[in-house]
């Protein structure tokens, strides 16, 4: 069966508003304020992580038939733990609370009345913001409808709207590169895409497409894999853009203003000065659109995945995502995010090794590649995630010793070694 293109571009502006969320929004201005002189190498890298590797992630979930087959070639207990920490991390123990959270930290606080406890507020809101998004995550089947027809264009008209009027009106100055950013660019780019959690996503939002697709009475799997692939390259394009025009916006304003704590403070810092305190409004209309959009789609995937893990339904499995994860974010933005980066550095390496491997999947017949290398990832990741809070001794002194592991890039050459040996012990076990 044909699909007009039509419905395949709507499919795709969906699954771009589903990963444009809080982190897609403050992270690449941030880079580019940080990066300045240096920014190109730094937002390749950037990309390589926030764009590449979530429409890979999508088309591997699609080929394989689902995220826990893929898993299940490392073991059965790990596909069940990874995956449902990774539903975890990418639902309401991090990503939907900081979705929630990051509007009104950037775009309401400041803007209350001085002396004024910011608490309640905050409770008061993302009381509004939850229930607006379990509503719309309440009927999955329209999610096209309401994300893909109305509010991902709307979110694309005022960022290109935001970036033509500071492209003719916004003070420009590029600054030095700063702090890593001026040694390895390239390198600190990648692992800032890790932050956006959009690799996680890929894996969690492909099933979500596939159903949209079965909902336009796609049901052959090489349709299904067509379709969603090229509804994940529009998405991924779409996001591209969006996020050169960021960076571009924090780097040509990197000399202007000093470097805040994170990119809503150089958004917040472009857009007040190109509309006043008018701008607080388009700030808080951006802001809100983009994380309500991934909200609906993080907590109708994370959703839908604990219904048919636990049997629940899947109407009272929105709920309890939606109520847990507003008791999460009312802890604030600064503790997700600081919670975030150890999480982060523990199972994105995993995470990116599984979606290559994902690709040759047809391919890789030897028993012990996928325990082996994934496995080997996993360990000195989580060894690199723990040292900031627990003293690891004689083992960090021995993983120190590997290439790029101060840059948290360790894993990659422990990755290489084990499939080497991984694919030494599938010849011997062949020939004996």
Same mark, same amino acid.
């Given at each position: 069966m044909k699909l007009e293109k039509n419905k395949v571009l709507f499919v795709g502006f969906m699954l771009f508003s589903m990963f444009f969320g809080a982190g897609n929004l403050i992270f690449p201005p941030f880079l580019g304020q940080n990066a300045g002189n240096l920014t190109l190498p730094s937002v390749i890298g950037f990309l390589i992580t926030a764009v590449i590797l979530p429409v890979l992630a999508v088309i591997v979930v699609v080929q394989t038939g689902g995220l826990e087959i893929v898993t299940a070639r490392v073991g059965k207990r790990f596909s069940v733990v990874f995956t449902v920490l990774l539903y975890l991390a990418i639902g309401p123990g991090l990503a939907i609370p900081r979705a929630a959270s990051v509007p009104f930290e950037m775009s309401i606080a400041p803007y209350l009345p001085n002396n004024t406890g910011t608490l309640w507020w905050m409770i008061g809101y993302s009381v509004v913001f939850f229930i607006i998004s379990a509503w719309i995550s309440l009927n999955p089947n329209k999610l096209v409808d309401r994300l893909g027809t109305v509010l991902t264009p709307l979110l694309i008209i005022l960022i290109v709207f935001l970036f033509i009027a500071f492209a003719i009106n916004g003070e420009k100055s590029v600054a030095a590169a700063q702090s890593a950013y001026s040694h390895t660019p390239f390198i600190k780019g990648f692992c800032e895409g890790y932050l956006t959690m959009d690799a996680i996503a890929g894996l969690v939002f492909a099933p979500v497409v596939v159903k949209a697709f079965i909902g336009k009475n796609i049901t052959d799997k090489k349709e299904s894999l067509k379709y969603s692939?090229? #509804?994940? &390259?529009? +998405?991924?394009?779409? /996001?591209?853009?969006?996020?050169?025009?960021? !960076?571009?916006?924090?780097?040509?304003? *990197?000399?202007?203003?000093?470097?805040?704590?994170?990119?809503?403070?150089?958004?917040?810092?472009?857009?007040?000065?190109?509309?006043?305190?008018?701008?607080?409004?388009?700030? #808080?209309? &951006?802001? +809100?659109?983009?994380? /309500?959009?991934?909200?609906?789609?993080?907590? !109708?995937?994370?959703?839908?995945?604990? *219904?048919?893990?636990?049997?629940?339904?899947y109407k009272s499995m929105v709920w309890i995502v939606t109520a847990f994860s507003l008791v999460v974010s009312n802890y604030g933005l600064t503790t997700i995010l600081n919670i975030s980066v150890p999480v982060l550095n523990a199972i994105y390496p995993s995470v990116s090794v599984i979606i290559v491997m994902g690709l040759f999947d047809r391919y890789i017949k030897n028993p012990f590649i996928y325990p082996v290398t994934i496995g080997a990832t996993a360990v000195i990741s989580v060894i690199y995630a723990l040292e900031g809070f627990v003293p690891l001794g004689v083992l960090s002194?021995?993983?120190?010793?590997?290439?790029?592991?101060?840059?948290?890039?360790?894993?990659?050459?422990?990755?290489?070694?084990?499939?080497?040996?991984?694919?030494?012990l599938g010849k011997v076990k062949k020939s004996s």
């Open positions: 692939s090229t #509804a994940g &390259i529009l +998405a991924g394009c779409i /996001l591209a853009v969006i996020y050169l025009m960021l !960076t571009y916006m924090g780097m040509q304003s *990197s000399g202007v203003y000093e470097t805040g704590a994170n990119g809503a403070v150089a958004l917040r810092q472009i857009v007040y000065q190109l509309f006043g305190e008018a701008g607080a409004f388009v700030l #808080a209309a &951006i802001f +809100a659109l983009a994380c /309500l959009t991934t909200c609906v789609g993080l907590i !109708t995937s994370v959703s839908e995945y604990f *219904s048919g893990l636990t049997g629940a339904t002194t021995m993983c120190s010793k590997l290439p790029l592991y101060t840059h948290g890039f360790g894993w990659l050459s422990v990755t290489v070694v084990a499939f080497i040996v991984a694919f030494a």
